[in-house]
């Protein structure tokens, strides 16, 4: 078995164990964590997201090694410093991707299968839309292609980045001190998936907090409500795979059909959700 075969048989069942794990600790509490239906739906949509990937990931991977052939420079991935440089690079994508995520209904269609959850777990963090790597998503990555860094390189650090914000998704949030202000934490990432108005469209990022910070996406919980979690003003079940799957692409096809000009089909499709 390769190294490669080998993280991809231990991450899933990692996954697997860590849910069950947080689980049992908020039936000991005596607290409503997890709902079986809910994280089943979760367990069937990261099934389906992980098999598409697998079997488009060469597709989605094309524009960044065109972006790369066009280059012509070239980062060596031999030091530490070039390994820091894709990370805080990869970072500002990430921050800019998630962003257009939120804000273009094209790109919202996919994310909003992982902002259904109406409770907030480890099984919310693998409840993940379909599709999204061959819909545009690498378009925000070709930058650092084209400045020199490799595709591959460009992967590792993404999925490295991916596996950091799985940890986000803990019921419990603890307190992490002076790394609150420089990291994204359970805390931050909370209120990212609330649906109370303070919240909407707040902390971005992927492994760090910095850039919400620089350009004022940066919010905390609201001190005086609770926060709840779901999509605002939408009745979605969240034990519903296939109707989350399709949700956010049958509005906004309705709505570009329901457009008078070419103008209003294009809001239905690029505007803000």
């Known amino acids: 078995m390769s ?22 600790h908020g039936r000991l509490r005596r607290r409503r964590v997890y709902d079986w239906r809910e994280t089943g739906t979760s367990l069937l949509l990261a099934l389906g997201n992980r ?23 070239r980062i060596e ?19 800019l991707h998630h962003y257009a995520m939120h804000r273009v209904r094209w790109f919202w269609a996919t994310h909003l299968v992982h902002h259904s959850a109406t409770l907030f777990n480890l099984s919310a963090a693998i409840r993940l839309g379909w599709g999204g790597n061959v819909l545009g ?20 650090m993404f999925a490295l980045n991916l596996a950091y914000q799985f940890f986000l998704h803990f019921a419990a949030a603890p307190q992490l001190g002076p790394l609150e202000w420089v990291l994204n934490t359970p805390t931050h990432h909370r209120v990212h998936h609330a649906s109370n108005d303070a919240c909407l469209d707040r ?16 919010a905390e919980a609201p001190k005086e409500e609770a926060l709840r979690f779901g ?43």
């Open 137 to 156: 998503a690498s378009l925000f990555y070709l930058p650092l292609a084209l400045i020199g860094f490799p595709p591959i390189a460009i992967g590792v």
């Open 3 to 24: 190294v490669a075969d080998y993280l991809r048989f231990v991450f899933p069942v990692a996954t697997i164990l860590l849910i069950a794990a947080e689980m049992l």
């Open 51 to 73: 098999v598409l990937n697998a079997t488009l990931g060469g597709i989605a991977a094309l524009p960044l090694v065109w972006a790369a052939g066009l280059s012509p420079l």
């Open 77 to 95: 991935m031999t030091g530490p410093w070039a390994w820091l440089g894709l990370f805080l690079g990869l970072e500002f994508c990430y921050y």
């Open 231 to 273: 999509l605002k003003g939408q009745q979605v079940r969240a034990d519903k795979p296939f109707v989350i799957l399709l949700h956010g692409w049958r509005v906004m096809l309705a709505d570009w059909r329901a457009a008078g000009s070419w103008g209003g089909r294009w809001r239905a499709l690029f505007g803000a959700p």
């Open 203 to 218: 902390n971005f990022g992927g492994v760090l907090i910095v850039f919400d910070r620089l350009f004022g996406t940066f």
